[in-house]
T-cell receptor, first 114, second 113 residues
Framework: KQEVTQIPAALSVPEGENLVLNCSFT??????LQWFRQDPGKGLTSLLL?????REQTSGRLNASLDKSSGRSTLYIAASQPGDSATYLC?????????????FGQGTILTVHP | DAGITQSPRHKVTETGTPVTLRCHQT?????MYWYRQDPGHGLRLIHY???????DKGEVSDGYSVSRSKTEDFLLTLESATSSQTSVYFC????????????FGPGTRLTVT
């Protein structure tokens, strides 16, 4: 059974700092990994999708990397801003799941203070 | 943002009553999913659909049923609501299993008293 763990559970940083969020998974036979952002009381916003054949994806100040062999992904946020404050979730999809079932981590609560 | 709406957005109901939640999409995506989100459990898949009238169970399907009579609508029904079904329910869509990026709706907060 796939298990996804996110460390740390919460992170508080001053504005402008570069930061890294971690996601680890137990089964390396994944199809892809997706990073989401969730604001309080809101739905999930897709940030980045990394296919199993890729090593990283970039979108603006966000960079996500994937190392299947070690079962790890990192989300790098450059020059953090108070507007980045949210819960960040990673989710993996295993090979063989034709319907696209995602297994989610518990999330990292990020607070960026001015 | 992907065109996904959920209704109602908030609902309070009593134990034993039936409840239906609706997910509506304007993206013409084939796959639709219902998840629930609970503290300590994260997001868990309840049911999913891979086409009109094609549905199957997820990991926490007991007490729930679904229907999909049109591409754009996916209904989740709690036949007899229980307090353990108090949760936030999210609908998600994806264009295909190959593409598989999932887009989520705004959620429905359901409280069963």
């Amino acid at each position: 059974k796939q298990e996804v763990t996110q460390i740390p559970a919460a992170l508080s940083v001053p504005e402008g700092e570069n930061l890294v969020l971690n996601c680890s998974f137990t089964d390396s036979a994944i199809y892809n990994l997706q990073w989401f952002r969730q604001d309080p009381g809101k739905g999930l916003t897709s940030l980045l999708l990394i296919q199993s054949s890729q090593r990283e994806q970039t979108s603006g100040r966000l960079n996500a990397s994937l190392d299947k062999s070690s079962g790890r992904s990192t989300l790098y946020i450059a020059a953090s801003q108070p507007g980045d404050s949210a819960t960040y979730l990673c989710a993996v999809r295993r090979w063989g799941t034709s319907y696209g079932k995602l297994t989610f981590g518990q999330g990292t609560i990020l607070t960026v203070h001015p | 943002d992907a065109g996904i709406t959920q209704s109602p957005r908030h609902k309070v109901t009593e134990t034993g009553t039936p409840v239906t939640l609706r997910c509506h999409q304007t993206e013409n995506h084939r796959y639709m999913y219902w998840y629930r989100q609970d503290p300590g459990h994260g997001l868990r898949l309840i049911h999913y659909s891979y086409g009109v009238k094609d549905t199957d169970k997820g990991e926490v399907s007991d007490g729930y049923s679904v229907s999909r009579s049109k591409t754009e609508d996916f209904l989740l029904t709690l036949e007899s609501a229980t307090s353990s079904q108090t949760s936030v329910y999210f609908c998600a869509i994806s264009e295909s299993w190959e593409a598989s990026e999932q887009y989520f709706g705004p959620g429905t907060r359901l409280t069963v008293t």
